[in-house]
C-alpha cells in the first residue's frame, strides 16, 4: 500500500509561484507513473498534470506549470508560476501502478493523496 502526502499549498498572490510535493510512504514512486488533479468548490476534479515517459499538461497550465520528479528523493514536484485566480483549488497527487501510463484523467488510478490547498488572490 502507497500512501501519498502533499505539501506546499498556501495563500499567493496573482503572478506568483509555489511548489507542491508528492512523497510517498510505504512504497516508492519511482516505478508509478504520476499525475497531478485539482478540484475548485463545486467543481469536478480535473487533469493538471502528468509524469511516465512523457510529460502532459492540461492546456490551462501548458507554459507555466512544470511536473518533475527527484528520484533521489523520492518526490514528484509541481512548480506552478504566473498563478491565476483561477487556479485556486485543492490539489491532489496520484499514482498509477503502470509506469508508462499515460495519465490524462482521474479515473482508474491506484492511489491518492489527501490534497493541499491553493489559494491564489487577485
Known amino acids: 500500500q502507497v500512501q501519498l502526502v502533499e505539501s506546499g499549498g498556501g495563500l499567493v498572490q496573482a503572478g506568483g509561484s509555489l511548489r507542491l510535493s508528492c512523497a510517498p510512504s510505504?512504497?516508492?514512486?519511482?516505478?508509478?507513473?504520476m499525475g497531478w488533479f485539482r478540484q475548485a468548490p463545486g467543481k469536478e476534479r480535473e487533469f493538471v498534470a502528468s509524469?511516465?515517459?512523457?510529460?502532459y499538461y492540461a492546456d490551462s497550465v501548458k507554459g507555466r506549470f512544470t511536473i518533475s520528479r527527484d528520484n533521489a528523493n523520492d518526490t514528484v514536484y509541481l512548480q506552478m508560476n504566473s498563478l491565476k485566480p483561477e487556479d485556486t483549488a485543492v490539489y491532489y497527487c496520484?499514482?498509477?501502478?503502470?509506469?508508462?501510463?499515460?495519465?490524462?484523467?482521474?479515473?482508474?488510478?491506484?492511489?491518492w493523496g489527501e490534497g493541499t490547498l491553493v489559494t491564489v488572490s487577485s
Open positions: 496520484a499514482a498509477d501502478r503502470n509506469p508508462r501510463a499515460f495519465i490524462t484523467a482521474p479515473y482508474g488510478l491506484d492511489y
Open positions: 509524469i511516465s515517459w512523457i510529460t
Open positions: 510505504g512504497r516508492t514512486l519511482r516505478n508509478y507513473a
